[in-house]
């Protein structure tokens, strides 16, 4: 296991503390193997277990980055610190990483909740949801599975959030072909290293939020600028039947866990700049 596998151990923020050291990671070529990006797994740890397997990957030299959203609605969300080792993930944040912290620190999380759901889950958490937003909001995002391992198993749940609370909201990838970017959603910036020293320098902007949430490239707007300082952008978040190219900004998330309409995309980097000459209008 490399050192990377091991990081999340020895992150010691506090809980509930998502003012990051380190809000851009870059990495540096890989040397030893190939590089891959996979896209919203969504708790299908099972999916991504079987599509690497299908690729051969070796976590001893090949990387695996993340577009973010490990976790939430599928149902293996709980086992996602153990894929994260298994496969050497390095993830940017999602919103649903986001919104795992955002409830640990904002919500009702009163004692006597946590007794009543120990006692009685069902009920406990109808009350809960009835009485508490927050809680309301991670539960229609797919997030139940946290609230009920903060009760049964606080110390995981505490990992948990520590694990997310230090992933970046951006990743560069330095290849061959030039530098990857990896965000969740959107680069707010029409300048690569612009948008990188926005993310660095301001806390909780309304640049973070359109990295973690904007969708106007693929629906409504269509917007295909392209990204400049960078050679493509990988992102996912807005679900597609097929992987998608805009301007120089790659959509892979085929909406693994919506099994009726998508899978899981896993792509090798090198494969980047053949798409970007076939990219549409
Ligand atoms: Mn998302």
């Known amino acids: 296991m490399s050192e990377h596998h091991l990081r999340f151990r020895r992150i010691n923020l506090h809980a509930s503390d ?7 990671r870059r990495y540096a070529r890989n040397t030893r193997g190939r590089d891959f990006v996979v896209g919203d797994i969504h708790g299908c740890f099972s999916m991504l277990d079987a599509a690497l397997a299908a690729r051969g990957f070796d976590p001893a030299r090949d990387r695996l ?39 640990a620190r904002r919500a009702d999380i009163d ?35 946290f609230i009920e391992l903060y009760c049964e198993r606080p110390d995981k749940a505490r990992d948990i959030e ?20 990896i965000v969740h959603a ?11 020293a926005v ?20 629906q409504g707007g269509r917007v295909t600028a392209h990204i ?16 998608r190219v805009r301007g120089n900004v790659i959509n892979i998330d085929t909406g ?16 980047i700049p053949a798409m970007l000459a076939q990219e549409e209008d």
């Open 18 to 24: 998502t003012d990051l050291l380190h809000p851009v």
């Open 65 to 103: 980055f993340s577009v973010g959203d490990l976790i939430d609605r599928g149902a293996e969300s709980p086992a996602v610190l153990d894929a994260v080792q298994r496969h050497g993930i390095r993830a940017v944040r999602g919103n649903h990483e986001q919104g795992i912290l955002d409830w």
């Open 111 to 145: 004692p006597a909740r946590v007794e009543a759901m120990r006692a009685n889950p069902k009920q406990a958490l109808a009350e809960w949801m009835h009485c508490d937003g927050h809680t309301s909001q991670l539960i229609y995002n797919g997030g139940q599975w």
């Open 162 to 181: 520590r694990y997310f609370s230090a992933l970046p909201y951006a990743i560069e990838v330095e290849t061959e072909h030039g530098l990857i970017g």
């Open 186 to 196: 959107e680069l707010p910036a029409t300048h690569w290293p612009d948008g990188m």
């Open 199 to 218: 993310l660095r320098a301001r806390r909780s902007s309304r640049v973070r939020e359109i990295v973690l949430w904007d969708r106007d490239r693929w």
């Open 228 to 243: 400049g300082g960078v050679c493509a952008v990988v992102v996912g978040h807005t679900p597609l039947r097929e992987v």
């Open 256 to 271: 693994a866990v919506f099994r009726w309409y998508g899978n899981l995309t896993v792509l090798d980097l090198a494969d």
